[in-house]
């Protein structure tokens, strides 16, 4: 998929549907048994001068490595255990120094511990929003033909072009009006313009609506521009073909994605009405600019991967992307 423009030029990445199911909170996994999980969590799994490691600080630590499975098997888990035991001896040794009254360090403390509440809290408001109903999982369905009964799955070719500023007006003209990518490059190499090509293949959820919508009106070998950061980029249609996914198909992917809509509306809700229970007083220099409003007054939601890759409508679908373009 193409970088977005923002900071690494994709044009498009994902559906609308994925955009707005990167804003949500994502349905947290099966609850186990309060009581087992407890005991569980409390399991002591290493002591360091008699300090008590437990299985719950060990699950912290694990989730906090990238790419870390979560069903990573017990060579891995002791490895994290292994840096949980030298974290615990450089923080007794900080404790000796009196590091842990310093101004700096109480300060941090205390912001990683409101930090914690207020997610927590937010992720049980979350967690009370109610499911989505069948009536409203067939509307979102019947809603959004162009990514489910009109699916389609999109072959194209990607042209990157560097193309200086006082020359992208030409170049955009230019690939909007060539047959074939081959007349684009045979264009282009004339022009003394450097680019790079390569394939993509794109089903109909993974594209902004935008880009969906221009797709649908080119013919197999027409061009049509992307935004693009660093120059132009042009996209040709090489071919498309029909791909409907039926409701059956299409339902898990859309209850997560109408699941979490509803626990993002529910959270905004919370932030909008939270405020009129207190009284704010800005002070200092903050006294005199004028207020962010209602919907900064919660932190951002925690970001809470999905137990399956459903979680949006675009990942349900199974990617059809090269691994060149990833």
């Given at each position: 998929?193409?970088?977005?423009?923002n900071?690494?030029?994709?044009?498009?990445?994902?559906?609308?549907?994925?955009?707005?199911?990167?804003?949500?909170?994502?349905?947290?996994?099966?609850?186990?048994d309060?009581?087992?999980?407890?005991?569980?969590?409390?399991?002591?799994?290493?002591?360091?001068?008699?300090?008590?490691?437990?299985?719950s600080?060990?699950?912290?630590a694990?989730?906090?490595?990238?790419?870390?499975?979560?069903?990573?098997?017990?060579?891995?888990?002791?490895?994290?255990l292994?840096?949980?035991?030298?974290?615990?001896?450089?923080?007794?040794?900080?404790?000796?120094?009196?590091?842990?009254?310093?101004?700096h360090?109480?300060a941090?403390?205390?912001?990683?511990?409101?930090?914690?509440?207020?997610?927590?809290?937010?992720?049980?408001?979350?967690?009370?929003?109610?499911?989505?109903?069948?009536?409203?999982?067939?509307?979102?369905?019947?809603?959004?033909?162009?990514?489910?009964?009109?699916?389609?799955?999109?072959?194209?070719q990607?042209?990157?072009?560097q193309?200086?500023?006082?020359?992208?007006?030409?170049?955009?003209?230019?690939?909007?009006?060539?047959?074939?990518?081959?007349?684009?490059?045979?264009?282009?190499?004339?022009?003394?313009?450097?680019?790079?090509?390569?394939?993509?293949?794109?089903?109909?959820?993974?594209?902004?609506?935008?880009?969906?919508?221009?797709?649908?009106?080119?013919?197999?070998?027409?061009?049509?521009?992307?935004?693009?950061?660093?120059?132009?980029?042009?996209?040709?249609?090489?071919?498309?073909?029909?791909?409907p996914?039926?409701?059956?198909?299409?339902?898990?992917?859309?209850?997560?994605?109408l699941?979490n809509?509803?626990?993002?509306?529910?959270?905004?809700?919370?932030?909008?009405?939270?405020?009129?229970?207190?009284?704010?007083?800005?002070?200092?220099?903050?006294?005199?600019?004028?207020?962010?409003?209602?919907?900064?007054?919660?932190?951002?939601?925690?970001?809470?991967?999905?137990?399956?890759?459903?979680?949006?409508?675009?990942?349900?679908?199974?990617?059809?992307?090269?691994?060149?373009?990833?």
């Open positions: 998929m193409m970088r977005s423009e900071k690494t030029s994709r044009a498009f990445g994902a559906a609308a549907l994925a955009t707005l199911a990167a804003t949500v909170l994502v349905a947290c996994g099966p609850k186990k309060a009581a087992s999980a407890d005991a569980a969590g409390s399991e002591v799994v290493a002591t360091v001068d008699g300090k008590e490691l437990t299985a600080q060990l699950q912290i694990m989730q906090k490595q990238r790419g870390m499975r979560p069903d990573a098997g017990d060579a891995a888990a002791r490895q994290v292994d840096q949980l035991v030298d974290e615990q001896i450089v923080a007794d040794k900080a404790v000796a120094a009196k590091l842990d009254q310093d101004p360090v109480v941090q403390i205390e912001a990683a511990r409101r930090d914690i509440l207020a997610r927590r809290f937010i992720e049980q408001v979350a967690e009370s929003a109610p499911k989505p109903t069948d009536d409203a999982i067939r509307k979102f369905y019947d809603g959004h033909p162009a990514m489910f009964a009109q699916r389609k799955v999109f072959t194209l990607r042209t990157d072009i193309a200086p500023d006082d020359r992208r007006p030409e170049v955009d003209a230019k690939v909007q009006s060539v047959k074939s990518s081959d007349e684009l490059s045979a264009w282009l190499k004339a022009q003394k313009l450097a680019f790079t090509t390569k394939p993509e293949q794109d089903a109909s959820e993974q594209l902004p609506p935008n880009v969906l919508e221009k797709l649908d009106t080119l013919k197999d070998g027409q061009s049509m521009v992307v935004p693009s950061q660093f120059g132009v980029t042009a996209l040709t249609l090489v071919s498309s073909a029909a791909a996914k039926p409701l059956a198909d299409a339902r898990p992917a859309i209850e997560q994605f699941s809509q509803g626990k993002r509306e529910l959270v905004m809700g919370l932030q909008r009405t939270l405020r009129k229970d207190v009284k704010v007083d800005y002070k200092g220099r903050f006294a005199a600019m004028k207020s962010a409003g209602d919907e900064l007054a919660m932190p951002a939601p925690p970001s809470i991967k999905p137990a399956t890759p459903a979680a949006s409508v675009p990942a349900a679908a199974a990617s059809q992307n090269t691994p060149a373009q990833k």
